[in-house]
């Protein structure tokens, strides 16, 4: 199994090391390395070379002679070590400490990661990932000789205190875009301790990635994060396959320059289950890549050869992460997926995935399975995109709509999703930027969501309540999909039991509703509307699956001691609090597990094992049990049991007062003594005769041994230890159960999220005064008074007032050829309509006073202009690219929107490539379009295309000077730009202005010739500017 992430190269079988674990770079593939070197990693070092086969294994076991302990094989790291592969090691002085030499092993077989490694309380890197990273996480760097008297150099080393650990990973994984691969402490058997072996192993546990978080705090709660696999066929894709049609085609890396060919997609988010695929071309890839927003992107490492490396430019140019994986000697099939999903699957039909989805889903659960390093997933069935379902934007109307994040700066405020955000939990945001970026094509699914968003808008105390209610709920998809990796604790099961105890009071509220609803007779004039709403609100509540879960709600609570458990959280941080205090001093040492010894015994840390420790029972401080007594019958047992060993205590202690009159004996338990007594002040004399034997003392205190305590204190600490190992299986009884409940859980989660985005919709309706949209199977827009969402909220709160405008597509007028002056509101007009669409089949109320809108089935926008310098593409490059796609793309069903095409060269050329892309739209697409332009010409050349009309925006000039603009568009051209007005606004110096003023005075008297005019009206301007100036 290989993986580059980048150019970083690393070869491992999940449970073997392989005979290629050592390969050097391709060659060829440097100079496509090169163009990844934000990512770069060095690869295995290079004496890692000489070592493989047998020659391994014989190596370690002969080398394991050399040192005291004999080094079994399955204590190496990861499993079972293959035949033919062992860690290369130097003869000459091959040992490193076992600790130093266990992190050499991880970092050889992870070479594509950085490794952290669990010392005690801290994660620690080492040797040259200490180098290079501490400087990064802001650590300071340490240098350890390897052993007393080696000749080896200093080990580098630096490690933050394992608590911070998100922070740090943060950084790595989401700032550095690195694979970090966890290298957790495993208690070593006593046996093998005995043998000389070390208190704990070191194994890596999981493998963390841009694109496989669980459950992170860093992890953006808002967003999905998905991994993303693309599968294509390679030979498709090389250099000479390229569409010859058009000359000079293959150095541009368009896909549209590429052979049409499938491509298969699949994608999960492993934080939520999510898991769905898609079968598109080669042509729609960007788009859907754009739309699914992959936070990593796996492909086949035969894509990091130059001659197949078109499809990693195309993905390069709009910045995502990808990892190389070498593909799986086994491809997993369609069947082999079933081990990875939850329980019931049963719409899940093998037959109906392509063989690119496939392939594409195959080469995806390989990578996950790799990264989880065995952890069991619990995937839900794989869902098919189909394309045909949803309406597409396109990548740049994705940008250029600023959907998810403003053009200018990528950030989220400004964008329509931000002006849209009024769900109240986060998987609704979640679902909310889905179906924003995937609008629908069903009428019914638009319908019943419209159905939805109409009711809570009728019935304002309904979505209060279920506003309400949402808002006490818990990422309950997220928190589910933790406990299928084996994760999840006291807290987290405390947070769904809640969430279910919350989704069974929205299920009645839901449900209450909907019967007083059906009481009331059907109005006979609304009665069509009436009748779908009761039916889809119905059909609503029926969505909802309480059976089993609310009984697991209800032993959660029976179980888990909530008031422990914040009393526990207390404790907890008190001592985070107190080791944060230390760590500075403890992170300057040079430590390794012997120096944690020297530190005070009340901040050592504790081992990370989740294995009960017999100390950890015993540690003296009070016992905070999050679990209730009642919670089974063992605890309850246990804890009686423990109840009358502190009577019997307290007995005892009150008895050796009396017996000794020594007031202030007390019994207790200290980490140095274990169980002793100790008295203070006068009572020191007085237990000399009892007790002559001290175990230490002071002048005022005095600690000894009572042999009935030692005796009793064990018993109790054993009580204690077994009611800890209670705890911890019921509460593995709880996580099993939770995942028993799986697909009822997310079922509901689900519910809840749809309410969540209908309550929002609503709620948007209600304050800015939204219309319900019709929807209709035509190809026509009749939207009369349409607004744009974003920029009339932004206006209202300047104080302004937003001028609503028609947009009446059809048979008559398909295409709208816009003029106007600048600054009179083309291009927030162009956008307002394409936006309009997108609300109205994502199922939500619209911003204008009456919408009819046909399906649309693809929305294109060239709009402003984008540089792409790096990828070696010109302003009119980009523009070019972008307009090629919408003219091979659109159909008669699509939505175009075109601002200023042509803008970005000579006049003559932009104004002919305009013309070419109105021809061409209006002959060949045939679709809807808006068309904005300051080239006037366009205006005469197109007078006899019977489809389209003219429409313009204009200025308002007063008397005294002062202008404003008429945003309300009319019929008709407008060939005045008042550029120079907009120029004055903006502050160009008033004799540049004068300037521009006599040179257009002249232009417009020659406008025949344009370019004659340009040079006479220039050199009057410059001859008359002489004189002014000799003057
Ligand atoms: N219908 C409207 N009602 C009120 N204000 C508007 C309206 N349309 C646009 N505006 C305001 O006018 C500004 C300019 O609009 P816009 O960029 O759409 O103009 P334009 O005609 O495309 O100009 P240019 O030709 O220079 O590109 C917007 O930022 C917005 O604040
Ligand atoms: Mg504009």
């Not at 390969?23 to 690869?43: D, E, G, I, N, V």
């Not at 060919?261 to 079968?279: C, H, R």
């Not at 929205?506 to 009748?531: C, G, K, M, Q, W």
């Amino acid at each position: 199994m290989l993986f580059k992430h980048a150019h970083c190269t690393t070869h491992f079988r999940p449970l073997t090391l392989s005979r290629n674990l050592f390969l050097t770079p391709r060659p060829h593939a440097k100079a496509l390395r090169s163009s990844f070197s934000s990512l770069t990693r060095p690869c295995a070092k290079p004496r890692a070379t000489q070592l493989v086969g047998a020659t391994w294994n014989q190596e370690l076991q002969r080398r394991g002679a050399k040192r005291k302990a004999s080094l079994n094989l399955e204590d190496v790291p990861q499993g079972a070590i293959g035949s033919d592969t062992l860690p290369p090691q130097d003869d000459a002085e091959p040992d490193y400490p076992p600790l130093l030499q266990q992190v050499r092993n991880n970092m050889l077989k992870f070479n594509h990661c950085v490794l952290v490694t669990r010392v005690g309380g801290f994660y620690e890197l080492y040797f040259e990932h200490a180098d290079e990273y501490a400087p990064l996480l802001n650590l300071k760097k340490a240098k350890r000789k390897p052993s007393k008297g080696s000749k080896k150099p200093a080990v580098s080393m630096a490690g933050f205190p394992a608590y911070q650990l998100d922070r740090y990973l943060k950084i790595l994984v989401q700032d550095l875009n690195k694979h970090v691969a966890i290298s957790d402490e495993f208690i070593n058997e006593v046996l093998n301790r005995a043998k000389g072996e070390l208190q704990y192993t070191r194994r890596v546990s999981r493998i963390i990635t841009p694109g496989t978080l669980i459950d992170e705090h860093f992890m953006d709660p808002w967003e999905n994060n998905y991994l993303l696999s693309i599968h294509v066929d390679p030979k498709t894709l090389e250099k000479d396959k390229a569409v010859t049609k058009c000359p000079g085609s293959s150095n541009v890396p368009s896909v549209l320059n590429l052979p049409r060919t499938e491509v298969g997609l699949a994608w999960i988010d492993l934080s939520s289950g999510d898991f769905l695929t898609q079968s598109t071309d080669i042509a729609s890839l960007p788009t859907a890549v754009a739309r699914i927003k992959p936070r990593e992107i796996v492909l086949d490492s035969i894509f990091e050869e130059a001659e197949h490396s078109r499809i990693v430019s195309i993905l390069q140019e709009d910045g995502h992460i990808i990892t190389f994986q070498e593909p799986s000697q086994e491809p997993l099939a369609v069947k082999n997926w079933i081990s990875m999903l939850e329980d019931a699957v049963d719409d899940f039909d093998p037959a109906n995935f392509t063989s690119g989805e496939v392939a594409a889903g195959g080469s995806l659960l390989h990578y996950v399975k790799n990264q989880l390093l065995g952890s069991r997933t619990r995937l839900q069935a794989p869902v098919r995109h189909q394309a045909e379902d949803h309406m597409s934007i396109d990548k740049n109307s994705l940008r250029a709509l600023e959907i998810r994040s403003t053009i200018r700066d990528g950030t989220y405020e400004g964008s329509l999703l931000h002006s849209l955000k009024n769900t109240v939990t986060r998987s609704g945001t979640r679902l909310l930027s889905q179906r924003l970026s995937a609008p629908s094509m069903s009428l019914s699914t638009i319908n019943d969501r419209l159905d939805l968003v109409e009711e809570m808008i009728e019935y304002p105390q309904l979505r209060q309540d279920v506003i309400a209610l949402l808002g006490q709920t818990f990422d309950s998809l997220r928190l589910v999909t933790k406990f299928t990796y084996g994760r999840g604790d006291a807290d987290d099961l405390m947070e769904l039991s809640k969430t279910v105890a919350t989704t069974s009071d929205l299920f009645y509220v839901v449900r209450e509703h909907t019967t007083s609803r059906n009481a009331i007779p059907v109005d006979p004039n609304s009665e069509a509307s009436e009748t779908r709403r009761r039916h889809c609100m119905s059909t609503f509540e029926r969505r909802f699956d309480l059976e089993g879960v609310c009984e697991l709600a209800k032993r959660i609570r029976y179980a888990i001691d909530e008031d422990a458990l914040s009393e526990y959280h207390r404790v907890e941080d008190e001592q985070a609090e107190e080791m944060s205090e230390l760590a500075q001093d403890v992170l300057g040492r040079e430590a390794g597990e012997e120096d944690l010894k020297n530190m005070p015994k009340r901040i050592q840390p504790k081992p990370h094992a989740i294995t009960g420790s017999y100390k950890s029972a015993t540690d003296g401080r009070d016992d905070i049990w999050i679990m209730k007594r009642k919670a089974s019958p063992a605890l309850h047992r246990l804890h009686k049991s423990l109840d009358s060993m502190v009577e019997t205590k307290a007995e005892l202690e009150a008895r050796l007062r009396q017996q000794m009159d020594v007031s202030s004996l007390t019994l207790k338990w200290t980490p140095n003594l274990a169980h002793i007594a100790h008295v203070k002040g006068k009572d020191v004399s007085r237990v000399t005769p009892y007790f002559p034997k001290s175990l230490s003392s002071s002048k005022s205190t005095r600690s000894f041994q009572v042999p009935e305590w030692t005796q009793l204190g064990a018993q109790m600490d054993e009580t204690r230890f077994r009611i800890r190992n209670e705890e911890q299986r019921v509460l593995g009884e709880l996580r099993e159960r939770v995942v028993r409940n799986l697909v009822r859980l997310r079922r509901n989660a689900a519910v809840l999220d749809e309410l969540d985005v209908a309550c929002a919709f609503a709620l948007l309706a209600v304050e800015k005064n939204f219309t319900r949209p019709i929807i209709t199977p035509g190809t026509s827009h009749n939207i009369v008074g349409g607004r744009h969402p974003v920029v009339e909220s932004s206006s209202s709160d300047q104080g302004r007032k937003f001028t609503p405008n028609d947009c009446i597509l059809d048979d008559k007028e398909r295409i709208w050829l816009i003029t106007g002056p600048n600054m009179a509101g083309k291009s927030t007009y162009l956008r307002q309509n394409a936006l309009i669409s997108i609300l109205a089949q994502t199922g939500s109320f619209v911003p204008a006073e009456y919408a009819e809108i046909g399906l649309v089935d693809k929305v294109f926008s060239r709009v402003g202009s984008a540089d792409n310098l790096f990828l070696d593409q010109s302003t009119f490059m980009v523009e070019m690219l972008e307009t090629a796609q919408i003219l091979k793309e659109a159909t008669p069903r699509s939505f175009v929107i075109m601002d200023e095409v042509g803008r970005g060269t000579a006049p003559e050329d932009g104004i002919a490539v305009g013309y070419a892309c109105l021809h061409h739209l209006y002959h060949v697409n045939q679709c809807r379009t808006l068309f904005a332009t300051h080239f006037h010409a366009l205006t005469d050349m197109t007078r006899d295309f019977d489809k389209l009309a003219f429409y313009c925006n204009d200025v308002r000039e007063e008397a005294d000077g002062k202008f404003s603009y008429v945003h309300r568009l009319k019929k008709g051209v407008n060939r005045e730009s008042h550029a120079l007005k907009v120029a004055r606004v903006a502050g160009l110096p008033e004799d540049a202005i004068a300037v521009a003023a006599r040179i257009r005075k002249q232009l417009k008297l020659d406008s025949s010739n344009p370019i004659s005019a340009a040079h006479s009206a220039k050199t009057k301007a410059t001859r008359k500017g002489k004189a002014a100036a000799a003057e």
